[in-house]
C-alpha cells in the first residue's frame, strides 16, 4: 500500500510588541529539556523539533511582512505519514520550524522565547498525536478514516492553545501572563515526555 501522508498545512503566529524591551532572565536561551530522541534532521528549510536545539534569530530566515504591527512571524507544521504493510500499520510523526516562512523585526531574547514557546507547543501535540496512535486499536477496514479522525482532533486542540497563547498573552505583550506560560509550556513538555521519542 502506498504511504499516505497526513500534515497540516504551516500554521503562521504573528507576534506584535509595543514598549522597548527588557532584560531577560537567561532562563530562555539555556532551557535545556534532557532526554534522547531518535534521528531527526534538519535541512535549509525545516527544524525538527529537539529539545536540545533551540530557536535562534538566525532561523528566522523568511520576508518579513509589510504593512503591520507584527514584529515576528513563526510558522511549524504537525504531520503523520502511515502505510500497511503484511497487515502491519507504522507511522511517522513531524514536527517542524520552517525557516523561510518565518521571520522577525524586533530581535530580542523576549520575543524569541515566545516564538520558541509556540514551537514547543506544537511539539507538546506531536507527542500528544504519538499516544494517541499508540492507544489506537488497528482496524483494517477503517484505518484510514480512523487515523484522520485522531490527527484532526489532535490538530484541532493544538491551534485551541495556540489562540489561547496568543490570546492571554495578547502576542507576548503581558509580560507577567507571558512567564505564566513559560513556565506552563515547560510543564506540559516534561509531562509528555514519555512520548517524545515518536517515530
Known sequence: M??????????????????SPK??????????HKMSYHFRFEDDEMIPW???????????????KKNTDAVASTSTSLGISYQVKNGELTYRITCNF?????????????IL???QAHFDITEIYARKLYEAMQQYQFNRKT??????QIYQEIVKQKEQMQAQYDGETDHSRKRKIQYDWFEKIDQLLEETAPFAQYP
Not at 502506498?2 to 514598549?19: C, D, P, Q
Not at 532584560?23 to 535545556?32: E, Q, R
Not at 520552517?98 to 523576549?110: A, E, H, M
Not at 484505518?143 to 484522520?148: G, H, P, Q, T
Open 2 to 19: 502506498n504511504l499516505i501522508r497526513l500534515s497540516l498545512l504551516a500554521t503562521i503566529f504573528i507576534t506584535t510588541f509595543s514598549g
Open 23 to 32: 532584560p531577560v532572565h537567561s532562563w530562555f536561551t539555556t532551557l535545556p
Open 50 to 64: 529537539l529539545g536540545v536545539r533551540r530557536l535562534s534569530w538566525e532561523d528566522f530566515q523568511g520576508e518579513p
Open 98 to 110: 520552517s525557516k523561510i516562512k518565518s521571520w522577525g523585526t524586533l530581535r530580542t531574547d523576549y
Open 113 to 115: 522565547a515566545h516564538e
Open 143 to 148: 484505518f484510514k478514516k480512523d487515523i484522520n
